[in-house]
């Protein structure tokens, strides 16, 4: 097993493990105050890069695949991103309340 894989748990089990929508519409994983963007999936398997992996080079990833998930380079190099995505809920929860009405 890889050196760099700390965790491997239980999606249903974790109540930290939410998922909100991008601007452009695209999943994002919330894993502990942490956005990750989608990048790539391959045979079921879902691959995930922070959010800041473009603007500040942070290598923390993350893979899902049904109900497991597995974080690789846990350690970021900036602090949570708790506001931005306490906005998009908000955004999200507005939008699925438009779409009801």
Known sequence: MNGDIITL???QQKENIQYVLS?????Q????NYLFNLDTVHQGRKFWHC???RNNKCHARAIT??????????CHNHEP???????KK?????A????CI
């Open 29 to 32: 994983l919330v894993y502990n």
């Open 51 to 53: 959010y800041n992996y």
């Open 9 to 11: 748990m239980n999606i």
């Open 96 to 99: 699925d309340f438009d779409t």
């Open 90 to 94: 908000l955004k999200n929860l507005q």
């Open 65 to 74: 695949e049904e109900n497991c998930i597995e974080i690789r380079h846990p």
């Open 23 to 27: 601007q452009k519409g695209k999943p």
């Open 81 to 87: 991103h708790t506001n931005m995505i306490e906005k």
